[in-house]
């Protein structure tokens, strides 16, 4: 079955950036022929590892996107792709045992890729059935909401 390039967004704070490590290098074969989009910090992680195990096995690197670090907007502009429809899988290691001065924009993210159906894994068990998912390797399109009603509710500003 052929390869459906998708675009995988990987996010990490700091105290979960060796997990997220960790997992790119067991799955790096099988992100090669896809694109990474990463907030700032976690995208050098993952370039970095990324290089390094492919070039070992002369292999090219696959393209890694990196945005703002997350606390400087990293997630809002995360956020905007996927309302743009642009992600197709997330994997966000977000730190449970420590608030992060951008905690609002934490929730955020997870809001909105909960809005957009995207399948997000939160921890590394996730990530692993999801990669290891048939569907990963398809063209798969998440089924999304339709929000006519909502927007075409009548608001009455006039009381
Ligand atoms: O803060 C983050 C996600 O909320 C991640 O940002 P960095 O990848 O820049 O560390």
């Known amino acids: ?19 997220l490590k960790d997992w790119v290098l067991f799955n790096w074969y099988e992100l090669i022929p896809h694109t990474m989009v990463c907030t700032g910090t976690t995208g050098l992680v993952v370039e970095e590892a990324l290089e390094k195990k492919c070039e070992k096995y002369d292999e090219k690197a696959p393209e890694v996107i990196r945005l703002k670090s997350g606390p400087l907007g990293g997630d809002q502009q995360m956020g ?58 398809e063209d798969y399109n998440p089924e999304r909401k339709n929000y006519q009603d909502y927007l075409s509710r009548k608001i009455d500003i006039n009381k």
């Not at 079955?1 to 997990?19: G, P, S, W, Y």
């Not at 290691?93 to 894994?121: C, F, G």
Request: hydrophobic residues 45%; glycine residues 0%; aromatic residues 6%.
């Open 1 to 19: 079955m052929e390869k459906r390039k998708k675009t995988i967004a990987l996010v990490a704070h700091d105290n979960r950036k060796q997990d």
């Open 80 to 137: 905007a792709l996927i309302a743009e429809e642009k992600v197709d899988v997330m994997i966000f290691l977000w730190d449970p045992m420590e608030p992060q001065p951008h905690d609002v924009d934490v929730k955020a993210l997870l809001r909105i890729a909960s809005l957009y159906n995207i399948p997000t894994a939160t921890n590394k068990a996730t990530a692993d059935f999801i990669i290891s998912s048939p569907l990963f390797h």
